[in-house]
């Protein structure tokens, strides 16, 4: 089994034993009340045949913010997959969760090496 987070972390440039083959893109920008949302669907095909989509969302305010991390919604999806990912979904609710949860990711795939013990 996969772990979605191989394919997020090729997504966002990051080393991975998958690699993006190809993307496309769809945007769309509405107005709710005074507030400017901003969508985008990327679906994301990879070189053993997966399909990921991520879908973002970002509410864009009149005035400036000075929030240190604002909201922008991002959810990751297997679309098409002939091999078990796990877990199917992925979702943030903003950048520096992802950016957190991303170094968390690459944690995972170092192997601490163990201190020699040297014999007397």
Known sequence: MQSLASYILAIEGYPSPVSVVSQSNQQQTYHDDNAKICESLTL???????????????????????????????????????????????????????????????????TPQQPEHKQS
């Open 44 to 110: 994301y095909h990879f070189d053993n045949g997966v399909v990921i989509s991520k879908l973002s969302e970002q509410d864009k305010q009149p005035y400036e913010s000075d929030m240190v991390c604002e909201d922008y919604w991002l959810s990751y999806r297997v679309v098409t997959a002939h091999i078990a990912i796990s877990p199917q979904q992925k979702s943030f609710s903003n950048l520096c969760q992802q950016s957190f949860w991303i170094k968390m990711q690459q944690g995972l795939a170092v």
